[in-house]
């Protein structure tokens, strides 16, 4: 498993005592070490890692000064994908036990520990309301009798969370509970209304957490068992609004975690239609250039859209708007320092011996011309371009190119119709065909 370090803020200190934040890790061989970040509304801050011994535990000693509030541990890369979030409330050590198959239970921490029963016991209340739903849910008795479970153990837990820092998770995760009857259709419907109703967007704790962001994420691609697109637009449009009096600070980074979840699913209408709708302008009301050149750039680049037009050649000039005859364009951005583009493009030059009807411009973005000069005497059928500056080069922006070699496959009007993650994919699209 892949380990990893990486760096964010800090916010100021409070005088507390020593504690220990420490854990057990399993199995032990998966892992080495654990950072500690402490969380913050804008990112967070190293804190400090450690060494795993033989049996997967560590021990960190925080600062007698360190802040209460939300840490985070991770254990691995990517770190988005492999953290969690813990508590520290300036008055007590943490402890915990982790592994991929039963998540993170706490063993030493009040805070963490309440936190983790109340989340199982509104798990074993949901999964009664389920079941009272896939029956038939007609027994108005049974109704009752769930829904008042489902308050009395709100209300209990908010009662033993009282002056807990939990108490702005628990009292966020009030579930819906109707007061009066309601059929399946109806309690769906009022549960989508509702799902946000009892979180706080500007409480920087929250901010601070993953509870925000998962439950964005889980509302979006989980609440409905239907993924088509008309469902995500109503789901995006009800985040949207749920979030839409908060400042449009806030709203960025949460309409960002949807654009980038649509593109990471090669969906470009949703992520297109998140940025259209709504986060392309907040980046221009945030002079946030950098997002907005993304978005933008993305969207020109999404299979549907035509390809942004470009010279490739200056003598005799030739622009890819003006390349005619075939029915097929392979786009390729590629460089003569790329050992996979050195491995791919010998493998596309054979490709296109069994393809009809199909051009391949290669693009090379280079810091100088010389290897590329002598590289592409290997591909006389191709149509040959050169982009100094390589990363620099306004195409990389242009086509949102992260990494070469970059594939776009367009249509006879440079409609793109598909883009293939590598030479593999390429080989997919024109067998399909």
Not at 167 to 189: G, R
Not at 221 to 230: H, I, L, R, T, W
């Amino acid at each position: 498993m892949k380990k990893i370090i990486f760096t964010f803020l800090i916010i100021p200190f409070l005088s507390f005592s020593q504690h220990n934040i420490s854990g057990t890790f399993s199995p032990a061989k998966d892992y080495t070490y654990a950072f500690l970040y402490e969380a913050t509304p804008d990112g967070a801050n190293y804190v400090e890692r450690a060494k795993l011994d033989s049996l997967g535990n560590f021990s960190l000693a925080l600062d007698a000064n360190a802040n209460p509030g939300i840490y985070k541990i991770v254990y691995a890369i990517p770190p988005e994908e492999n953290n969690f979030d813990l508590v520290y409330n300036g008055k007590e050590n943490v402890n915990f036990i982790f592994s991929l198959d039963d998540g993170v239970n706490f063993t030493a921490s009040s805070e963490n520990k309440l936190w983790g029963s109340y989340l199982n016991s509104m798990d074993i209340v949901n999964q009664t309301i389920s079941n009272f739903y896939t029956k038939g849910g007609k027994d108005k008795d049974a109704f009752y009798s769930i829904f008042r479970t489902l308050k009395e153990t709100q209300a209990s837990y908010e009662d033993l969370a009282k002056g807990k820092l939990v108490e702005s998770f628990i009292k966020a995760n009030k579930p819906y509970a109707p007061e009066a009857y309601e059929d399946l259709s109806t309690y769906s419907k009022n549960l989508k209304t509702n799902f946000f109703k009892n979180i706080d967007f500007n409480d920087p704790f929250l901010q601070s957490s993953s509870l925000i962001t998962d439950r964005i994420s889980g509302f979006v691609f989980g609440m409905s068992a239907a993924k088509d697109n008309d469902t995500y637009k109503k789901h995006i449009d009800i985040v949207a609004n749920a979030i839409k009096s908060t400042d449009n600070k806030i709203q960025s980074p949460l309409l960002e975690l949807l654009w980038q979840e649509f593109k990471r699913r090669e969906n470009h209408d949703m992520a297109n239609y998140v940025s259209n709708n709504y986060l392309l302008a907040i980046a221009k009301s945030t002079e946030n250039k950098i997002l907005e050149q993304q978005l933008l750039s993305y969207k020109n680049t999404s299979v549907g859209a035509v390809a942004p037009d470009f010279e490739i050649q200056t003598q005799p000039s030739l622009k890819l708007s003006e390349l005619k005859g075939d029915k097929y364009y392979v786009l390729i951005f590629w460089s003569s320092g790329c050992g996979h583009c050195l491995k791919e493009l010998p493998k596309v030059k054979d490709l296109m011996t069994t393809v009809s009807n199909t051009k391949v411009i290669a693009y090379g973005l280079e810091n100088d011309a010389t290897d590329w000069t002598n590289e592409i005497k290997n591909y006389p059928d191709f149509v040959h371009g050169i982009g100094l500056g390589k990363w620099e080069n306004p195409l990389v922006q242009t086509f949102a190119i992260a990494a070469t070699p970059t594939y776009f496959v367009l249509d006879a009007s440079k409609k793109i119709i598909a883009k293939p993650y590598d030479f593999e994919g390429l080989e997919t699209f024109f067998g399909e065909k």
